[in-house]
């Protein structure tokens, strides 16, 4: 057995195609271009089908394809990022074979001139401690090789996982609801004035599509409109969007953080609000109330907490919702 087989089994740790490895990348990186290609030309489709065209219909179209806007991001964040992992696990085998088979070379030397002073006439003695050494040197490093190698495998197969997993989240394409046979139809005619809280009826309507009371749905709604004037880009006193979400919840809220597209993070938002209601109050009790300004002033008690009670409740706004939601 020569030097360089005593290296074998730790040269067995890095094997694999980095080439083939980037192929796969490259794969990953062509298909989050073309993502990004065909969600430009579904939002240039949906501004042309949106202009001139208004009311609640005009509405509930934007925000299922802002959805899908939201959707397309994210798949293409995550291909994007999948694609970069495996770009990172290709470079660090392919660094770890080069190092592996430089050390390799480099100890075949060092016996070649081991045994090259024993043929001249270096007693065994001292040249087999040379030998041992060398081995047992070439043998860390590379063993060191190895382990840095795996460390950095080990971080792109966590990135994968994450990306695979983020695919199929809570913005993945199969999450978005299929509009009825019926087309972007408004369930009820909305009254006169409740073109003035357009956001705030959207957000009404998800609710009620997700188990809410028609009353429960308005009071939300009239809370939203005290907090942000159902504004998803409002930042105020250290809170931001539709109900005010404030830094105690960076890990769970932060990314609901205003980015300039309104019709993006109100999608964003509204299934976080059905998250939020779940941890911070009683909603079947909200949804036993029968007026939709008393479940304001429930939900502005028991579920937004502000530091001025029912300071965010606009009764005005929940009765506009409630009779647009068919109260």
């Known amino acids: 057995m020569t030097a360089v087989d005593d290296l074998g089994a730790i040269a067995a740790q890095v094997s694999g195609d980095p080439s083939a490895i980037r192929a796969i990348a490259q794969i990953w990186s062509q298909a989050a271009a073309s993502c990004g290609e065909q969600t430009r030309g579904v939002n240039q489709a949906v501004t042309a089908a949106s202009d001139g065209w208004t009311g609640l219909a005009e509405q509930e179209f934007e925000f299922i394809m802002s959805q899908f806007d939201a959707a397309s991001r994210n798949e293409r964040e995550s291909l994007e990022a999948g694609a970069k992992a495996l770009n990172n696990a290709a470079d660090a085998l392919e660094t770890a074979q080069g190092k592996i088979n430089s050390i390799g070379e480099a100890l075949n030397n060092q016996i070649h001139l081991v045994n090259s002073a024993v043929a001249t006439g270096t007693p065994p003695a001292i040249a087999q401690?040379?030998?041992?050494?060398?081995?047992?040197?070439?043998?860390?490093?590379?063993?060191?090789?190895?382990?840095?190698?795996?460390?950095?495998?080990?971080?792109?197969s966590g990135v994968l996982e994450s990306v695979l997993s983020k695919m199929k989240g809570s913005l993945a394409f199969s999450r978005i609801p299929v509009p009825t046979g019926q087309g972007f139809i408004p369930k009820v005619p909305a009254p006169s004035d409740a073109g003035k809280f357009s956001n705030e009826l959207s957000v009404a309507l998800f609710l009620v599509e997700h188990g809410?009371?028609?009353?429960?749905?308005?009071?939300?709604?009239?809370?939203?409109?005290?907090?942000?004037?159902?504004?998803?880009?409002?930042?105020?006193?250290g809170g931001w969007g539709l109900i005010g979400w404030t830094p105690q919840f960076p890990g769970q809220y932060q990314n609901l953080f205003p980015t300039k597209h309104p019709a993006a993070d109100l999608a964003r938002q509204m299934p976080a609000i059905l998250a939020y209601n779940k941890t911070s109050g009683d909603v079947q009790a909200l949804n036993s109330i029968t007026d939709p300004v008393d479940a304001a002033r429930y939900y502005s008690q028991n579920f937004e907490r502000p530091l001025v009670t029912f300071s965010d409740v606009r009764g005005d706004v929940a009765t506009a919702v409630f009779k647009a939601l068919g109260g």
């Open 212 to 237: 809410y009371s028609k009353a429960a749905a308005a009071g939300i709604a009239a809370c939203i409109a005290g907090e942000s004037t159902g504004d998803p880009e409002s930042v105020g006193s």
């Open 129 to 156: 401690p040379a030998r041992t050494q060398a081995i047992a040197n070439a043998t860390a490093e590379a063993a060191a090789v190895a382990d840095e190698a795996g460390h950095a495998l080990d971080q792109a």
